[in-house]
């Protein structure tokens, strides 16, 4: 009984790292190896976390560079990661308001949207790192007038 207890405890163990890979493997990362295997095992892959609660949006800025065309906005933010470990890159929901903050577009932007092209994105965020988002876009016959940026993962 006693035998069989303790396999059970350690089975229990494997399947909570199991759920827990991606952080445990970037806080600990001794035990990647481990990790690594126990995926080998039961199918899975240990990737970078998604610590969304470790991200945040700064000094973020919209501006009609030319005044001649208003339509063409432009948007200025800083991602910053605060963990001691590198994070997935985030996907961003930007919604564009009217002048009541009634949302009149909203979009989905991935990573392959707002890096520089040929940045690798397989590394992540870097920890305590930041990147630099500029993101050009039209906005046609719709007058923005405020916006929201959302960060999430799929």
Known sequence: MVALSA???LLLAAQLALWQRDMLAAEHPALRG???????????????PQAVDRLS???DEM???DAKDPSRILLLATLRNSAP??????????SLQNAREEILARR??????????GSDRTGGLAAHGDVDLRLTLD???MRAEGY???LFYP
């Open 108 to 117: 989905v932007l991935g990573p392959a949207d707002y890096l520089a092209p």
């Open 34 to 48: 481990v990790l690594v295997a126990l995926c080998g095992i039961a199918g899975c892959e240990v990737r970078l």
């Open 85 to 94: 470990f590198p994070v997935a890159y985030p996907s961003l929901e930007l």
């Open 63 to 65: 501006s009609a560079p």
């Open 7 to 9: 396999f059970l405890l």
């Open 139 to 141: 906005t046609g016959a």
């Open 148 to 150: 929201r940026l959302y």
């Open 57 to 59: 949006i700064e000094g």
